[in-house]
């Protein structure tokens, strides 16, 4: 797998980490180990009034207990709370059958220290049982391990290689933008060039500059297509069109990562794309990112 096909499996998984909650989550991490455990991890259901006996997985080889809680948003109190519940609830139901028992999260930036502590004091309590957490660096590790087929069926995606980007041609980004013309376009508005330094200015990470900047290598097709349009306003339709979508997306206090991925959607549709043509929507956004229509410009200053 190369850099930017890595790059891009990266923004996939960190946007569905960040994005999925309750059940979703659940089942992101339920097929992530069945693909890493085939035949060994076995997820858990709620089965009528017994539910799951808090137990939502189980990895047979290591007598390993999972139990997922992915809230819309973590308070320590009440991931406490869920802690010693399902601890507990786990310890009276299936204590023959593991030996250690992992508290998955979906709090990105980790546990913070109550909840930590309150791991550590079960740890003490209950040797020799092993007690611990996973979040996004463990489940990432996991997924990664996996061979890059199995990669796309899980995060919803199919990378572009850098075959498919070399070999992007003019009629590949016609498909792109006409497919966005056929929505909604709002008025549209000037285009500037961009800053040097507008990656680091607006946060994105490491993956998404990634993708940007191999973007790029296309970006001067997707202006001569603006160029070459009979209408000369096209061009400028298509960018308000991302302008307006970025605004949304700011609105709702979107991370710069999310916003990146859901422009994506936005030039690809609802339909899963083949490689080809995801490659010519990062051509796309490239463009418009160096023209200032989508992010913001490194004074500071929201395009408007």
């Known amino acids: 797998m190369d850099r930017q096909t890595r790059a891009y499996y990266e923004l996939l998984f960190k ?59 973590m308070t320590a109190s009440d991931a406490i709370a869920k802690i010693d519940e399902d601890f507990y609830g786990a310890l009276d139901y299936w204590r023959h059958d593991f030996d250690k028992w992992v508290f998955v999260h979906n709090a990105k930036d980790g546990l913070g220290p109550h909840i930590v502590k309150k791991i550590n004091e079960l740890t003490t309590l209950h040797r020799p049982i092993i007690i611990g957490s996973w979040g996004f660096e463990e489940l990432r590790r996991k997924i990664f391990n996996l061979p890059e087929v199995d990669l796309a069926p899980l995060l919803g995606g199919y990378a572009p290689s850098t075959g498919d980007m070399q070999e992007l041609r003019y009629e590949n980004i016609k498909e792109v933008l006409t497919n966005i013309a056929r929505q909604d376009l709002s008025p549209f508005q000037d285009i500037r060039p961009v800053p040097p330094d507008k990656l680091k200015f607006n946060r994105l990470s ?69 490689p080809r043509y995801q490659a010519a929507v990062l051509a796309v956004l490239a463009y418009l990112f160096e023209q200032c229509e989508i992010f913001e410009r490194s004074s500071g200053e929201v395009i408007v």
């Not at 339920?30 to 060994?40: A, L, V």
């Not at 500059?209 to 296309?218: F, H, P, S, Y």
Request: aromatic share 14%; charged share 30%.
């Open 15 to 73: 946007v569905a980490y960040m994005e999925k909650r309750g059940n979703a989550f659940q089942d992101l991490f339920s097929e992530i180990m069945e693909k890493c455990h085939p035949g060994d991890f076995q997820r858990v259901r709620p089965w009528g009034r017994d539910g799951d006996k808090k137990n939502d997985g189980y990895l047979r080889s290591s007598r390993a207990l999972f139990q997922v809680y992915a809230p819309n948003e």
């Open 206 to 274: 490491e993956d998404t500059q990634t993708l940007l900047t191999w973007g790029m290598q296309k970006a001067d097709l997707v202006g001569n297509f603006f160029n070459n349009h009979p209408d000369p306003q096209y061009g400028d339709e298509i960018a308000s069109a991302f302008n307006e979508q970025y605004r949304q997306c700011k609105e709702l206090d979107m991370e710069a990562d999310t916003i990146f991925f859901e422009l994506q959607k936005f030039a690809a549709g609802q339909d899963l794309k083949p």
